[in-house]
T-cell receptor
């Protein structure tokens, strides 16, 4: 089984709808992240959480919110989706216990906002 | 500000034709340099972490090396299944809890023809 899972894998929604993307991990890591990837712009950090009680904004958090329900679960919400939020969304985890904070990515969610 | 530049943007090889991908970086104190492989529509797959100049790591046909200004991903006798986008990222030694941050390059799209 995959260490980092994301649901749904694909989602098409309409402008103004609320949508939630979910991430679960079995790696036992404390740190979790949400990124979006757009062609030509690379990976950009939306939110990150170092533990259940610690949530922080990344470089592009406007229009998004998150919830850390447990050590293993981290959800991303779009309160009112807009077309420019169409992108690939990735969850990642890390444990920061080694020499560097290696991040491991999930399979991604392809989101289309019409 | 940390910066990562990958070259070339795209590389087309014949099966068995060895080559190298370049990752040039600027960072105020390197904590780690990471290589990932990403297949279309999928999440980045972790390959290597390099910590200091002179370090080398190998995995099958891939070998990553690191200097103070750049990293190379050498591909020896590539096969068509090595076709993917290869991403480089750096992590800096920040104070104040910011040492999780990854700065990604735009990637190199590698195509290996049979």
């Amino acid at each position: 089984d995959a260490d980092v899972t994301q649901t749904p894998r694909n989602r098409i929604t309409k402008t103004g709808k609320r949508i939630m993307l979910e991430c679960s991990q079995t790696k036992g890591h404390d740190r979790m992240y949400w990124y979006r990837q757009d062609p030509g712009l690379g990976l950009r950090l939306i939110y990150y959480s170092f533990d259940v009680k610690d949530i922080n904004k990344g470089e592009i958090s406007d229009g998004y919110s998150v919830s850390r329900q447990a050590q293993a679960k981290f959800s991303l919400s779009l309160e009112s989706a807009i077309p420019n939020q169409t992108a690939l969304y990735f969850c990642a985890t890390s444990d920061a216990s080694g020499g560097a904070d290696t991040q491991y990515f999930g399979p991604g969610t392809r989101l289309t906002v019409l | 500000e940390d910066q990562v530049t990958q070259s070339p943007e795209a590389l087309r090889l014949q099966e068995g034709e060895s080559s190298s991908l370049n990752c040039s970086y600027t960072v105020s104190g390197l904590r780690g340099l990471f290589w990932y492989r990403q297949d279309p529509g999928k999440g980045p797959e972790f390959l290597f972490t390099l910590y200091s100049a002179g370090e080398e790591k190998e995995k099958e046909r891939l070998k990553a090396t690191l200097t103070k200004k750049e990293s190379f991903l050498h591909i020896t006798a590539p096969k068509p299944e090595d076709s993917a986008t290869y991403l480089c990222a750096v992590q800096a030694r920040y104070s104040g809890g910011s040492n999780y941050k990854l700065t990604f390059g735009k990637g190199t799209l590698l195509t290996v023809n049979p």
